[in-house]
């Protein structure tokens, strides 16, 4: 769908999306902040990445792999799409002096640099707050703006491991684990992009701008969920588990005839029909398997007497069996398995992108369904400094100007 409105089937018609109208200085590299800001640009906001001259975002350099058939990482290409990539040199007063021709048409800054870095090319939200007022001011670090660890470097490993995730992660009698994929820097790049929205809210109603402070360890934090209140209403580390649940049982991977299949039984309804399914109606007057509450305190009691029943068929007849009886199953799929899953191919989940290189890349598309301003794929991730022409020809620089900035470093 290269080009098109959302992955729903909507014609190559790109309508205004729901930030159509806002535009955002983009001063994030790697993952955090710019998922914050493609974010914003799916929704119809125009982002103006800044990158440094002959290197640009470190991700570019993630690799391989390389999106195929060009020089970009994958890495990269993920997180960057309707963005507006110009090269400029922020450390040098003429590199300043065009941040703030854009500041001075721009809604929004957001920034993931150190705490205190941009305040040495006067770029600081105290710099900037009085002199552009209605600025909404989006920085994103490791561990916030205030605190004793305010100053050190955030890295997605770091928190998932100061965070308490890794603590919860991995088998029962095995190392702590990190999960497979950035968590730590999605959500705060999330939460980040809550918090504009809610400034803009705020924004509208008063006129004015604000600081939005997001730190990694504070967003991981807030999402140890029900794993956090545990802890709060015991005192006691929840241990790990595997892929078992802390509240539920059984709700955890079992050995299938053929491989591993997850059972989710959500409640005690669901875990009697999966006795009378099962042939396992006797359990059903045993008070150890009576009750949820039961269960949980009867872990293993559980899980080794279901072992053996679910290794009697394979995964796809247990899914079909299951499933019918309207009882939460799944298989554990691989990537290659999820891409062409029927339902994921249903929701459209790839989108197909004209690249700069002339190529077409595959991107994952924007999951937020919205029925009247859809997420828009305007542009595929640029390349290197691939809009810096246009967008300072519209502060009003010359070509001389410009040839003058190339020829010096600076953009």
């Not at 809550?194 to 400034?199: D, E, K, P, R």
Request: charged share 20%; proline share 7%; aromatic share 6%.
């Amino acid at each position: 769908m290269s080009g098109s409105t959302a992955p729903s089937g909507a014609s190559n018609t790109i309508a205004p999306g729901a930030l159509a109208g806002l535009k955002v200085l983009d001063l994030t590299r790697v993952l955090a902040g710019p998922t914050c800001t493609q974010m914003l640009g799916d929704l119809g906001a125009e982002i103006i990445k800044i990158e440094r001259p002959g290197a640009g975002d470190d991700t570019r350099g993630f690799a391989p792999p390389y999106v195929p058939r060009t020089t970009e990482s994958a890495y990269f290409v993920g997180v960057n799409r309707n963005k507006k990539s110009v090269t400029l040199d922020i450390a040098r007063p003429e590199g300043q002096e065009i941040i703030h021709r854009l500041l001075a048409e721009c809604d929004i800054l957001v920034e993931n640099f150190k705490v205190g870095a941009l305040a040495k090319y006067g770029l600081g939200w105290e710099d900037l707050k009085d002199r552009y007022p209605r600025l909404i001011y989006c920085s994103i670090t490791g561990f916030g703006q205030t605190g004793p660890y305010a100053p050190r470097p955030g890295y997605d490993a770091l928190i998932q491991a100061m965070g308490g995730v890794m603590s919860l992660t991995g088998e029962i009698e095995g190392e702590p684990q990190k999960v497979g994929i950035p968590v730590a820097d999605l959500f705060a790049g999330l939460y980040g992009c809550i918090g504009v929205l809610a400034a803009v809210n705020h924004r509208n109603a008063t006129g004015q701008g604000q600081r939005i402070d997001i730190g990694m360890l504070d967003t991981h934090v807030a999402w140890l969920a029900n794993q956090g209140m545990n802890y709060l209403a015991t005192g006691e580390n929840p241990p790990r588990l595997g892929n078992q649940h802390p509240n539920i049982v059984p709700y955890q991977v079992f050995p299938s005839q053929d491989g591993y299949i997850v059972l989710s039984v959500g409640n005690d309804p669901t875990f009697e029909r999966f006795c009378k399914l099962t042939g396992q109606e006797a359990l059903l007057a045993d008070e150890r398997f009576a009750t949820n509450a039961k269960r949980v305190e009867n872990r293993q009691l559980v899980t080794d007497t279901l072992t053996p029943v679910m290794r009697t068929r394979s995964t796809k007849e247990w899914v079909e069996a299951l499933e019918a009886a309207k009882i939460g199953c799944g298989p554990i799929n691989t990537l290659r398995d999820v891409f062409e899953d029927p339902h994921v191919k249903a929701r459209e989940v790839i989108v197909e992108m004209d690249h700069a290189s002339g190529e077409t890349v595959q991107v994952i598309a924007n999951p937020v369904r919205l029925s009247a301003t859809p997420p828009s794929y305007r542009s595929a991730a640029p390349v290197l400094g691939q809009h810096t022409e246009e967008v300072l020809a519209r502060l009003g620089l010359s070509a001389e100007e410009m040839a003058k900035l190339r020829a010096d470093g600076v953009a």
